[in-house]
């Protein structure tokens, strides 16, 4: 009897008999699988979910529930807090967002279907209150839906695409919006037939010749064959919890101590790879510690260990930790004066590292070479009270000198401050949600979305809130609506 392994698939000739057949099969159920088996049973196809745990959730489920939608004008909640989003500046951004690893073809359809994906997804329940919330915010505390979610208004995106709020969040009181947006997706889908089977953890897929035909589960430690005539999809979510994996493609992530997923193991990249299919971009991560928590802190200024600015810290909280991580010396400072500092959030985990009645002080208590920070600090508040910053292009509002004593440095260290951290990188796939090959050619029958894909939230440095949620319940849906064509 062949071994059933995630680095190879099963061969159909082997199998005796099928425990399970469906049309379509979805592996994982999170919001991408949600999606993926949504569509399919709309295209008219028998579909058969399994899931690991023992219920819906994923990674989505982890999340604050927040979408990143714009183009066409607007949405309705964007329009109604008086912000045009034309579909050209909308795709802008998210080519921008992908930096050197976008996918265009991806970027262009998200752009162009964002607005119908949003009706999609309040066809399905899921309710919106419609506000706008102004400011810099990690996620709403109330229901509001709208909000900045990125570095729409920052250099050096604002001047290649006309800035707009962009998040869109679930309306939920409070944190933790991505249960509430699991549960309406999960109820949609069994409202369609679609049949979920849970505490099933795939192992294998099962290939007839270069067809994917199947799939191997375990449940109750025994192997059970899963038939699916028109294809698998994977929805299986990333490898932050896989420590080989990590070492192997992501090895930056060890400075860092807080991974945020659930069973992301790479299972599903690992499955994927097995059948002939391309992993890419797997170098890629995003982290980020909460540092605007309070907001006021935004208005600060980051220096590395030698007392050097690296960021226009008016972008995307995550950007500036991603460039963050990227300096030496293990730590990075947040530069606060008397007008701007507030006690840190506890589960931060930042500290004060120095403080003083002058940056000179300061820079003495951080032992940095004499004139090094004060250098820094004097040079960027002399501007700033002129409007502007030569160095990063830090713009107004968030621009502002700090220059009320007495003055703080918070030290954000990545071993033991709070870095949250997932993985980017993953299957190749075409924007129709077909698994490719090393030569650009669909594997047969195999479809992947969200998190085990390297989808629109590619590139670390130019991740912005909702793009994981946008990939992964749009590309969901592509790569369901493909599978059940057959």
């Known amino acids: 009897m062949p071994e059933v392994s995630l680095h190879r698939p ?25 999606c993926a088996a949504i569509e399919a049973a709309d295209a008219g196809a028998k579909v058969l979910l399994f899931e690991r745990n023992s219920g819906s ?37 998210l080519k921008l967002a992908g930096g050197p690893c976008a996918d265009e073809a991806k970027c262009e359809l998200y ?14 329940g899921v309710p919106y209150r419609g506000n706008y919330l102004p400011g810099k915010h990690i996620e709403p505390t109330d229901d509001s839906t709208l909000i900045w979610s990125g570095s729409e208004a920052a250099a050096p995106f604002c001047d290649k695409a006309k800035p707009a709020p962009r998040g869109h969040v679930i309306q939920h009181m409070g944190w933790g919006g991505g249960r509430p947006l699991v549960d309406v997706l999960e109820a949609s889908a069994r409202a369609k037939g679609v049949e979920v089977v849970t505490d099933a953890r795939a192992v294998a897929l099962v290939a007839d010749g270069a067809q994917i035909v199947g799939a191997v589960v375990r449940i109750d430690n025994q192997n059970r064959f899963v038939k699916a005539s028109k294809g698998v999809v994977l929805a299986t979510g990333g490898f932050v919890f896989n420590d080989d994996m990590r ?4 090895p930056e992530t060890f400075k860092l101590n807080d991974p945020i997923g659930d069973k992301d193991d790479g299972s599903g990249i690992l499955l994927g ?21 309070p907001e006021s802190h935004a208005k600060g200024v980051f220096v590395n260990v030698q007392g050097q600015r690296f960021i226009n810290e008016d972008c995307y909280h995550g950007r500036v930790s991603r460039c963050a991580v990227d300096q030496g010396g293990g730590k990075v400072y947040v530069l606060l004066d008397n007008a701007h500092f507030v006690q840190p959030m506890d589960f931060a985990r930042m500290s004060i590292a120095g403080t003083g009645e002058t940056w000179e002080e300061v820079e003495a208590e951080l032992e940095m070479q004499p004139g090094t920070l004060a250098h820094t600090m004097n040079f960027y508040n002399a501007h700033a009270r002129e409007g502007r910053d030569p160095l990063f292009d830090k713009r107004a509002p968030i ?5 009320q004593g007495p003055f703080v440095a918070l030290e954000l260290n990545f071993e033991s401050s709070y870095f949250s951290f997932f993985t980017l990188g993953g299957l190749r796939t075409s924007a129709r949600g077909e698994v490719l090959g090393r030569d650009g050619a669909p594997v047969a029958g195999l479809f992947a979305a969200g998190r085990c894909t390297s989808g629109l939230p590619a590139w670390g440095h130019g991740y912005s809130s909702g793009l994981s949620l946008a990939d992964c319940t749009f590309f969901g849906r592509q790569a369901g609506r493909t599978a059940a064509q057959g």
């Open 57 to 93: 959730g994923g990674a989505s489920g982890l999340s604050g529930g927040e979408i990143y939608i714009g183009g066409g004008g607007g949405t309705d909640a964007q329009r109604a807090a008086g912000f045009e989003d034309s579909t050209e500046d909308f795709t802008a951004y």
């Open 399 to 403: 621009l502002t000198p700090l220059d």
């Open 247 to 250: 070492r192997k493609y992501c």
């Open 273 to 293: 790879l097995g059948a002939g299919g391309e992993a890419v971009h797997m170098e890629q991560f995003f982290t980020t510690c909460p540092w605007t928590m």
């Open 10 to 34: 099963y061969p159909a000739s082997e199998v005796s008999s099928w425990h399970f057949e469906c049309d379509v099969a979805v592996i994982g159920f999170g919001a991408t699988g949600a």
């Open 111 to 124: 752009g162009r279907e964002a607005l119908n994906h949003f009706a999609w997804l309040k066809g399905q």
